[in-house]
Each structure stands twice: as C-alpha cells, then as structure tokens.
C-alpha cells in the first residue's frame, strides 16, 4: 500500500510553460514534504520542500503547494526549461524517529519532459 | 563539494552470489541509507543505520542485511542474490537530527542472472 502516490508516470510540456507535477498521500501524520529530481544515471537531488505549517514554499522557478486537507501537494516550475526533464520523485516524512534518523517515503516519481 | 560514493556503477552477479555493495560519505552524517529504485514503485527503503553498529529495518530488507563498522561507510549485502534483486540500488546519507534532505549517491544497477 503505498503511502504516496504520484499517479502520472509521465508527463510533457512546452518550452517556457507551467509544469505542474501532482502527489497525494494517505498518511495523516506526513509533516514535513521533500521534491527531489534525478538525472539518468545520477543519484536523486534535493529540490525544495515544505513543512505542514507552510501551504506554499518558493524557490525560484520552484513552488511547492501543500493542501492538507485534501492530503494533496503539487510542484509548480515556472517557466519550464529543457534542463528540467528529469524524473521527479515526492517525498513525505511523518515526524517518527528511530535514534536520529529521520525517514522518507517515496513516490513513484514522474518523468517530465521539456520540449524545446 | 561534499559527496556519497558508490563504489560500483554497474555490476552483474549470478543466482546464488553473494553480494557486497559499497558506500561511503565524507559529510560526517550520522545516518544513512538504502533504497532500491523499480519502475513504478519509486525507492524504497532496504535498511538503515543512525549510528555506528547501529541499523534498522526498513520496508522491504528481506534477502538483505547492511554492515556499519564505520561511520563513513554503509554496506548493503545481497546473502544469496536472486533475480528479483536485479534493481538500481542507491545509497544516502542524511544529518542528525533535523536532516530533511538526503544526499545520494549515484546508484549501483545490479544484475542479477
């Protein structure tokens, strides 16, 4: 049973367009959401993320929007760039710790595909 | 520019062998990680270690165990590979305690034939 789902394995846009990436999740005590964004034959980077305090988080290009009442955030890249196709992943954290290590739980991810 | 390394980028094993897979960071993190990455099911959590000598089960470790002698360096170890293991498998680190964002390695694809 996945606990977070990113239901469009793929996705492709124009050059200079919204990309909207969607994620949803099941588990109530998620409290904190990471984007990371991975190149083939590359380990996954850290993009931007966002507490459940916050509903939107921006960084450049880069917004993240969080609904917690419908357990539902989405990753905004405006405008979208070539460079941006890359596969990317949802993350979500739920607050447990075992000694200090603080786990995530991945998406499924969704491949982007800028056109030029 | 601080980095966690893998030492394998590909490798190739046969049913039965026993597998060692390496990693090592140079951030000074308490924890880390393995996940295996398969198409449409994301990464998921193999093991993981808070500490030395310490590890941790995590969603799927079945068919795996994971060595941590040394703080710089987490092994995961395939006992008796199989072809369902044939995976990418990558490697994090993360900071203690407020350490959201992972640092990954560059991943491993095992085959296992």
């Known amino acids: 049973d996945q606990q977070v789902k990113q239901n469009s394995p793929s996705l492709s846009v124009q050059e200079g367009r919204i990309s909207i990436l969607n994620c949803d999740y099941t588990?109530?005590?998620?409290?904190?959401f990471l984007w990371y964004k991975k190149y083939p034959a590359e380990g996954p980077t850290f993009l931007i993320s966002i507490s459940s305090i916050k509903d939107k988080n921006e960084d450049g290009r880069f917004t993240v929007f969080l609904n917690k009442s419908a357990k539902h955030l989405s990753l905004h890249i405006v405008p979208s760039q070539p460079g941006d196709s890359a596969v990317y992943f949802c993350a979500a954290s739920a607050g447990r710790t075992s000694g200090s290590a603080r786990q995530l739980t991945f998406g499924s991810g969704t491949q982007l595909t800028v056109l030029p | 520019d601080v980095k966690v390394t893998q030492s394998s980028r590909y490798l190739v094993k046969r049913t039965g062998e026993k597998v060692f897979l390496e990693c090592v960071q140079d951030m000074d993190h308490e924890n880390m990680f393995w996940y295996r990455q398969d198409p449409g099911l994301g990464l998921r959590l193999i093991y993981f270690s808070y500490d030395v000598k310490m590890k941790e089960k995590g969603d799927i470790p079945e068919g795996y165990s994971v060595s941590r002698e040394k703080k710089e360096r987490f092994s995961l170890i395939l006992e008796s590979a199989s072809t369902n293991q044939t995976s990418m498998y990558l490697c994090?680190?993360?900071?203690?305690?407020?350490?959201?964002?992972?640092?990954f390695g560059s991943g491993t694809r095992l085959t296992v034939v």
């Open positions: 994090a680190s993360s900071l203690s305690p407020r350490g959201y964002g992972y640092t």
């Open positions: 588990n109530s005590m998620f409290d904190y």
